[in-house]
Nanobody, 122 residues
Framework: VQLQASGGGLVQAGGSLRLSCAAS????????MGWFRQAPGKEREFVAA????????YYVDSVKGRFTISRDNAKNTVYLQMNSLKPEDTAVYYC????????????????WGQGTLVTVSS
């Protein structure tokens, strides 16, 4: 599967952005999808995940209540709605996919998209 992330940009603190990740192929619904981010000088951080049907999600504590992951299997797309953004959310955001069925908390993914930069100004 090939992944293409988009939707990043510059936003003021407290604002919102929605990231999208479009997947190629006709088996999108068979993949668990995740979002990661990497801030300058920091390690990559697992942010959120969603199961194949979209019925179950996982979030890292720092984004709970502010970010929402969702998917549209008919459109082969996964989204990350980001609200109440903070300067510490500034990072390159990556979407990822895996076919293996594991806990949503498992940060192991097989396929990666290119990143999209989110910059939150104070």
């Amino acid at each position: 599967v090939q992944l293409q992330a988009s939707g990043g940009g510059l936003v003021q603190a407290g604002g919102s952005l929605r990231l999208s990740c479009a997947a190629s192929g006709r088996t999108f619904s068979s993949y668990v999808m995740g979002w990661f981010r990497q801030a300058p000088g920091k390690e990559r951080e697992f942010v959120a995940a969603i199961n194949r049907s979209g019925s179950s999600t996982y979030y890292v504590d720092s984004v709970k209540g502010r970010f929402t992951i969702s998917r549209d299997n008919a459109k082969n797309t996964v989204y990350l709605q980001m609200n109440s953004l903070k300067p510490e959310d500034t990072a390159v955001y990556y979407c990822a996919a895996r076919a293996r069925s594991r806990s949503l908390m498992d940060p192991t993914y097989d396929y990666w998209g290119q990143g999209t930069l989110v910059t939150v100004s104070s």
